[in-house]
T-cell receptor
Framework: NAGVMQNPRHLVRRRGQEARLRCSPM?????VYWYRQLPEEGLKFMVY????????ESGMPKERFSAEFPKEGPSILRIQQVVRGDSAAYFC?????????????FGPGTRLLVL | GNSVTQMEGPVTLSEEAFLTINCTYT??????LFWYVQYPGEGLQLLLK?????DKGSNKGFEATYRKETTSFHLEKGSVQVSDSAVYFC???????????FGSGTKLNVKP
C-alpha cells in the first residue's frame, strides 16, 4: 500500500505566480489535512477536508489560499499571487474513515521557494 | 493556548550514546502526546504516543513518558544507531479543537 504522495517535492515560483500543490492520500483514505512548516517552526494546521467538503479551514490564511479534495483525483492546495513569506514546507496527511482524527499518515512534503 | 516546545538541534551523538530530546507542552485540555520521526526525503512517521498522564509510549528502543506535573514528554533511547539519524517532532493532539500542534523538530545526527 503506497503511502501518502505529494508532488511536486520541490517547487520554485516567482512573486505573483500561482503555486499548486498536490496530495494523493493513501488508498481507502477519505480525509486529508494540510499543514505548513515555516523555517525554524513546527508544522501548523491549515485545513481539513473530506471528499468534496471542507470540514475545518480555521488555519488557512483568509486570502490567496484555497484547498479542494474532489470526488476523483488528488487534493490540491492552491496559493495565488505567491509572496516570499509563503516559502515553506507544505505537508499533507490522510486518515481513513471512522478513525479518530489523531490517526494521520503524512506525506513527504512539498518545499515551496518563492523568489 | 496550545503549544509544543522542543530542544533545538542539531544534536550530534556517537553510535551507542544515550539520547534525550526534551519536549514540553502547554494545553487547554487533556491532550494525547506523540513523537514523529522524519527520515530524509520521507514523510513524518509515528514513532510512539501516550494518551494519558503517566502512560509510557515505546517503539524501536525509544520511549517517552507523559508527565502531567512537568508538562513534558521527553524522548529517550539508551543506545542510538546511525540509522536513527533523522528529524524528530514532538506533537500534541488537543481534542477540544480536534487539531495537532507540533514542535519545530530536532535534527539528530548519529556518527559511527
Amino acid at each position: 500500500n503506497a503511502g501518502v504522495m505529494q508532488n511536486p517535492r520541490h517547487l520554485v515560483r516567482r512573486r505573483g505566480q500561482e503555486a499548486r500543490l498536490r496530495c494523493s492520500p493513501m488508498k481507502g483514505h477519505s480525509h486529508v489535512y494540510w499543514y505548513r512548516q515555516l523555517p525554524e517552526e513546527g508544522l501548523k494546521f491549515m485545513v481539513y477536508l473530506q471528499k468534496e467538503n471542507i470540514i475545518d479551514e480555521s488555519g488557512m490564511p483568509k486570502e490567496r489560499f484555497s484547498a479542494e479534495f474532489p470526488k476523483e483525483g488528488p487534493s490540491i492546495l492552491r496559493i495565488q499571487q505567491v509572496v516570499r513569506g509563503d516559502s515553506a514546507a507544505y505537508f499533507c496527511a490522510s486518515s481513513p474513515p471512522d478513525y479518530p482524527r489523531e490517526t494521520q499518515y503524512f506525506g513527504p512534503g512539498t518545499r515551496l521557494l518563492v523568489l | 493556548g496550545n503549544s509544543v516546545t522542543q530542544m533545538e538541534g542539531p544534536v550530534t551523538l556517537s553510535e551507542e550514546a544515550f539520547l534525550t530530546i526534551n519536549c514540553t507542552y502547554t494545553a487547554t485540555g487533556y491532550p494525547s502526546l506523540f513523537w514523529y520521526v522524519q527520515y530524509p526525503g520521507e514523510g513524518l512517521q509515528l514513532l510512539l504516543k501516550a494518551t494519558k498522564a503517566d502512560d509510557k509510549g515505546s517503539n524501536k528502543g525509544f520511549e517517552a513518558t507523559y508527565r502531567k506535573e512537568t508538562t513534558s514528554f521527553h524522548l529517550e533511547k539508551g543506545s542510538v544507531q546511525v540509522s536513527d539519524s533523522a528529524v524528530y517532532f514532538c506533537a500534541l493532539f488537543e481534542y477540544n479543537f480536534n487539531k495537532f500542534y507540533f514542535g519545530s523538530g530536532t535534527k539528530l545526527n548519529v556518527k559511527p
